[in-house]
């Protein structure tokens, strides 16, 4: 038996019935080794519109927990590090009722293939109160931000992102949190964002957004920190003892542009050191000669500040001409 499928058909064969004949009487090819596919990424488009105002929230029927991930890589002190960005929403509860009362939205980095028990979690939020967590999340520790020309002037947009060397992820896995009523978090009707205005009931809902995304990621035997900036030192204040009364003990707490007590805001004796740390930078100290080590030099200032300067300034209105001379040396500002 001829098995050409052509052989005796009467018909001449063409170019794709030659094909096709070659392909039948070709020896089957083996399948190509399979290799690990990479993650797919998880777009998600959010119809809702969050409102920052006193009495705006959004409705019951609008409180989901939807999520967009991709998957990166960043270089960070010569090691890569692959890692995961999710960006969504987590739904809070008010502890005394059970019932959802905040939609809260977040940007976590999470680096790929650690363990749990060994890979610390740090919440980072702004101050104001009323700033999201964009200038923490773009301006300094996420592992892409916002690329400027500092210390020069940054121009107008467009604007551009690049990698972060200075991310901390090769720390920590890094979770940004919009506090309600700013940036994409709004409080669930009936509640409103006002209800959410005060210290307390701000540490409150960020308490019960840190205990769900623990819930949710499987996060509760992870070391963990919290990270405020400006109000967000005292925001982390009321927060540390909010979770510890949860049974949340933390890891640690980093305070940065520190305001604990309103009173001592704008203190001089404590600015005076930066103000004479940037006198140094631009090439504007009287000093002579010019101090080569900074660290040297501010602490020179600081010790300056905390002893002649502090006691000239309790003598106000009198002045001090040695003291006027050294603050003119030092921040390079001239006498009056």
């Given at each position: 038996m001829n098995s050409d499928p052509l052989a005796g058909s009467g018909k001449p064969a063409n170019a794709a019935d030659t094909a096709m004949a070659s392909a039948a009487k070709a020896p089957a090819k083996k399948a190509p080794k399979t290799t690990a596919t990479a993650k797919k990424d998880q777009p998600y488009f959010d119809p809702?519109?969050?409102?920052?105002?006193?009495d705006d929230a959004v409705q019951a029927s609008?409180?989901?927990?939807?999520?967009?991930?991709?998957?990166?890589?960043?270089?960070?002190?010569?090691?890569?590090?692959?890692?995961?960005?999710?960006?969504?929403?987590?739904?809070?509860?008010?502890?005394?009722?059970?019932?959802?009362?905040?939609?809260?939205?977040?940007?976590?980095?999470t680096k790929d293939g650690a363990k749990e028990e060994t890979r610390p979690v740090t919440f980072f939020y702004n101050g104001g109160p009323g700033s999201s967590s964009v200038f923490v999340l773009l301006g300094s520790f996420a592992p892409r931000r916002i690329k400027t020309a500092m210390?020069?002037?940054?121009?107008?947009?467009?604007?551009?992102?690049?990698?972060?060397?200075?991310?901390?992820?090769?720390?920590?896995?890094?979770?940004?949190?919009?506090?309600?009523?700013?940036?994409?978090?709004?409080?669930?009707?009936?509640?409103?964002?006002?209800?959410?205005?005060?210290?307390?009931?701000?540490?409150?809902?960020?308490?019960?957004f840190?205990?769900?995304?623990?819930?949710?990621?499987?996060?509760?035997?992870?070391?963990?920190?919290?990270?405020?900036?400006?109000?967000?030192?005292?925001r982390s204040c009321v927060l540390a003892y909010k979770l510890h009364e949860d049974g949340?003990?933390?890891?640690?707490?980093?305070?940065?542009?520190?305001?604990?007590?309103?009173?001592?805001?704008?203190?001089?004796v404590g600015a005076l050191p930066t103000a004479a740390a940037d006198a140094w930078y631009h090439k504007k100290l009287g000093v002579h000669p010019t101090p080569t080590s900074l660290l040297t030099f501010a602490e020179e200032v600081a010790e300056f500040a905390r002893t002649d300067y502090l006691n000239a300034l309790r003598k106000f209105p009198q002045t001090d001409d040695e003291v006027v001379e050294k603050l003119s040396e030092y921040t390079g500002i001239e006498k009056a």
């Open positions: 809702v519109a969050y409102g920052n105002g006193p609008e409180a989901d927990e939807n999520a967009a991930i991709t998957h990166h890589s960043v270089v960070i002190g010569g090691a890569k590090i692959a890692y995961t960005a999710t960006v969504g929403h987590l739904v809070t509860v008010d502890p005394s009722s059970s019932k959802p009362d905040a939609k809260m939205f977040y940007v976590a980095f210390p020069s002037f940054t121009p107008p947009a467009p604007y551009q992102m690049e990698d972060n060397p200075d991310s901390l992820l090769d720390r920590s896995d890094l979770i940004f949190i919009n506090p309600v009523g700013t940036g994409y978090s709004a409080a669930i009707a009936p509640n409103k964002n006002r209800d959410f205005w005060g210290v307390d009931q701000d540490a409150g809902s960020i308490a019960q840190i205990k769900r995304y623990l819930t949710k990621n499987n996060r509760w035997n992870s070391p963990k920190f919290l990270f405020g900036e400006s109000y967000g030192t005292a949340i003990d933390l890891n640690g707490v980093t305070l940065q542009s520190s305001i604990l007590d309103y009173r001592q805001a704008g203190n001089p």
